[in-house]
């Protein structure tokens, strides 16, 4: 036990440039919050379902962090800051870090799978904060979410969405790292939804040129082939 919890610690260091000790970690409401959350699990598995909602309420006023005991957690999650909230049919992998005000939502019980009403993230996912991830969807190992995003589709494997509603992002390559990418996503106008529609619309732009272009060859190449069959009949 001990040394999972050095191991959870430092797993928290290596994504946080800010703590200078594993103490001081010890002190993070994320951390306390994730640890109230095993306990409230446990009750919640067994069926005390209101003992697990009071350990669930206590945590929430200790942490500003809401929990459901129901939601299914996994090792090493990163609650960075507070004001987050991870609904009761929630599933989160691996090595999920999650920064302040984001929501793990559910949507109406009818939609998708019977009795999941909110998402699964996979291991080694990334949330920005404030980002709205909504509904039985799922979020695919590695993906980044942006900040402020509100999610409410599937997301692939390794993808990196932004914008509302959220969609892929084209990274620059020398933007994007195998390793952990503190806040989700490289900031710069590439993250701007604005920004990516203007160049969706520039490529739409160019792509439109050459097929004129290649309409404008073809019929100069039309009229060259009448002119010579006209001078071939004078003849």
Same mark, same amino acid.
């Given at each position: 036990?001990?040394?999972?919890?050095?191991?959870?610690? %430092?797993?928290?260091?290596?994504?946080? +440039?800010?703590?200078?000790?594993?103490?001081?970690?010890?002190?993070?409401?994320?951390?306390?919050?994730?640890?109230?959350?095993?306990?409230?699990?446990?009750?919640?598995?067994?069926?005390?379902?209101?003992?697990? $909602?009071?350990?669930?309420?206590?945590?929430?006023?200790?942490?500003?962090?809401?929990?459901?005991?129901?939601?299914?957690?996994?090792?090493?999650?990163?609650?960075?800051?507070?004001?987050?909230?991870?609904?009761?049919?929630?599933?989160?992998? %691996?090595?999920?870090? !999650?920064?302040?005000?984001?929501?793990?939502?559910?949507?109406?019980?009818?939609?998708?799978?019977?009795?999941?009403?909110?998402?699964?993230?996979?291991?080694?996912?990334?949330? @920005?904060?404030?980002?709205?991830?909504? @509904?039985?969807?799922?979020?695919?190992?590695?993906?980044?979410?942006?900040?402020?995003?509100?999610?409410? $589709?599937?997301?692939?494997?390794?993808?990196?969405?932004?914008?509302?509603?959220?969609?892929?992002?084209?990274?620059?390559?020398?933007?994007?790292?195998?390793?952990?990418? +503190?806040?989700?996503?490289?900031?710069?106008?590439?993250?701007?939804?604005?920004?990516?529609?203007?160049?969706?619309?520039?490529?739409? !732009?160019?792509?439109?040129?050459?097929?004129? %272009?290649?309409?404008?060859?073809?019929?100069?190449?039309?009229? $060259?082939?009448?002119?010579?069959?006209?001078?071939?009949?004078?003849?």
């Amino acid at each position: 036990m001990f040394k999972s919890l050095i191991a959870y610690l %430092d797993s928290i260091i290596a994504r946080d +440039p800010a703590p200078r000790s594993r103490w001081e970690v010890l002190s993070y409401p994320g951390v306390r919050a994730y640890g109230w959350h095993k306990l409230a699990h446990r009750l919640y598995r067994g069926r005390w379902f209101l003992l697990a $909602r009071w350990v669930n309420h206590h945590a929430r006023r200790r942490t500003a962090i809401d929990i459901h005991p129901g939601a299914k957690i996994g090792r090493h999650l990163f609650i960075d800051h507070g004001f987050s909230v991870i609904g009761e049919t929630a599933e989160i992998g %691996d090595n999920v870090t !999650i920064y302040q005000c984001v929501t793990l939502g559910g949507t109406n019980p009818t939609d998708g799978v019977a009795g999941k009403r909110h998402p699964t993230i996979e291991d080694d996912v990334i949330i @920005g904060s404030g980002a709205q991830v909504l @509904g039985p969807i799922t979020v695919g190992k590695g993906a980044r979410i942006g900040a402020n995003a509100v999610v409410t $589709r599937d997301v692939a494997p390794g993808a990196v969405m932004t914008g509302i509603p959220a969609r892929a992002t084209l990274m620059d390559v020398e933007k994007m790292s195998d390793g952990f990418v +503190p806040y989700g996503t490289p900031c710069g106008e590439a993250c701007d939804p604005a920004s990516q529609r203007l160049e969706a619309m520039r490529g739409e !732009i160019e792509r439109l040129r050459r097929q004129l %272009d290649a309409l404008i060859a073809e019929r100069d190449a039309n009229a $060259r082939h009448d002119a010579v069959e006209r001078e071939s009949d004078c003849a």
